[in-house]
């Protein structure tokens, strides 16, 4: 059977689909525009500024440190003896107002040394009533024996008296001149044993007080070692008192922190004569403790008192002593809590305030320089000199000036020329002017 001719005609089918498939294709295509070539402008890119300002920047410089007591008093015991008599607040972490007796140390043996005192010196008042007495006596005794020498002088000249009589008389004179030259010695040294002897009544009244002690400022009692009926000995300590009306804190600042706060500033450094009263001022720190709770942090008020006395050899800091008086009244219950010992704080010190000074944001400043936009919309690198930085911000000397509009967005790749489309950061502008204020 011969297949070919009907498997000829088979693919002639084929071809009125295809030619009607290439017709509409042409069709279509015919009706559509050509393709317009389109010449694309420069690139703008959009970013982020804020404006260089020159303000009032107050210097500041922080640090962290211990509140502790102003003031530390050990009781230490004067006089030994047995305890008779304790305060019955006298207790670990009890407040006591100035002025309260504490503890009471056995007096008998110290009244005992007082009356003696007294007695020995009513015994000198008589011996020396007494001894001035028996000077009178003696005086009148060598003016008798002075005429009764004067006396047989006179007979011996007209020969009616032997030489003996002349030696006896002599001799009696000096007997009653040597009497009252020693009752007059013994006269003179009464003074000195009174003086002893009142010095001696004063230490045994002192040594009597000293078997009571009392608080010598309000204070919160601390490291107890003594009891009721326990016996303790001269120099033995026998608690702490810290005081509750001035706290203070050592915070360990950083020397170039404290550089910066008296950068600008002229003028002589108090004499050591002044330095107590003119420190404070000269420096015009204000610091400010900050403790954080958690949700909230907590703010004190505070004053400069003076540095400690060397640098930190490992951190290069130095110690600045500050001090707040009243912590106790200064507490707000569930947002104060009171300054007690022990407790580890933020110090934030403000200095003088610095007119004029030219501030950026810390983060604008990429390897010495910043980018600032143009009048022409086109980027521009700034290499800058930083005066110093103070948190998210950078003091400049010299680079950018006042006015200028300082790109704050990152850049990449950031090329020089490139067209800007700024956007003002708002938000960021008003953070700086926030922190140039300092902590207030």
Do not use: C
Not at 66 to 76: K, L, S, T
Not at 204 to 211: P, Q, S, V
Not at 348 to 377: F, L, M, W
Not at 383 to 401: K, M, W, Y
């Amino acid at each position: 059977m011969n297949t070919a001719p009907f498997s000829r005609w088979r693919a002639l089918w084929v071809l009125p689909p295809v030619a009607l498939g290439i017709a509409a294709i042409v069709f279509m295509a015919s009706g559509k525009q050509p393709p317009t070539r389109i010449d694309r402008g420069e690139i703008s890119h959009a970013v982020r500024i804020v404006e260089v300002q020159a303000v009032d920047l107050v210097p500041q410089a922080e640090g962290y440190g211990e509140v502790q007591p102003a003031r530390i008093w050990a009781a230490v015991a004067q006089v030994a003896g047995r305890v008779i008599e304790t305060h019955p607040r006298l207790d670990n972490g009890e407040i006591v107002a100035a002025g309260t007796p504490l503890f009471r140390i056995d007096p008998v043996d110290y009244e005992l040394k007082v009356a003696q005192a007294r007695a020995e010196l009513a015994e000198l008042a008589v011996r020396e009533e007494n001894t001035r007495a028996s000077l009178a006596i003696d005086q009148r005794n060598l003016r008798l024996a002075q005429r009764e020498q004067d006396r047989i002088g006179e007979l011996s000249n007209k020969g009616t008296a032997s030489k003996s009589d002349v030696d006896n008389a002599e001799r009696t004179m000096l007997s009653a001149r040597t009497a009252v030259q020693n009752t007059e010695n013994t006269l003179s040294l009464l003074p000195t044993q009174q003086r002893l002897l009142e010095a001696k009544l004063a230490q045994a009244e002192r040594d009597l007080a000293n078997t009571m002690v009392s608080a010598p400022f309000n204070l919160r009692i601390a490291d107890l070692a003594v009891e009721k009926d326990q016996y303790v000995g001269i120099g033995q300590t026998l608690f702490r008192g810290d005081s509750v009306d001035r706290v203070e804190v050592v915070a360990q600042v950083a020397m170039s922190a404290l550089r910066n706060l008296f950068t600008g500033r002229n003028g002589p450094v108090p004499a050591i004569a002044e330095m107590d009263a003119k420190l404070p001022d000269f420096t015009g720190f204000r610091p400010l403790i900050r403790m954080d709770m958690g949700s909230q942090t907590a703010e004190w008020e505070a004053e400069f008192v003076r540095f400690s006395d060397q640098v930190d050899p490992h951190t290069r800091t130095i110690g600045v002593v500050i001090g707040v008086d009243g912590p106790l009244q200064k507490a707000i219950p569930g947002q104060r809590p009171p300054l007690s010992k022990g407790m580890f704080v933020q110090v934030v010190i403000n200095g003088h305030t610095q007119p004029d000074r030219i501030v950026v944001p810390r983060s604008a400043i990429r390897e010495g320089q910043v980018y600032v936009v143009g009048d022409d919309q086109r980027l521009q690198a700034r290499p800058v000199d930083v005066l110093f930085s103070q948190g998210p911000l950078s003091v400049i000397a010299a680079g950018v000036q006042a006015g200028e509009r300082l790109v704050v967005s990152d850049l990449v790749p950031a090329v020089p020329g490139m067209l800007l489309d700024a956007v003002p950061d708002e938000a960021m502008q008003a953070q700086m002017l926030t922190a140039a204020r300092g902590a207030q």
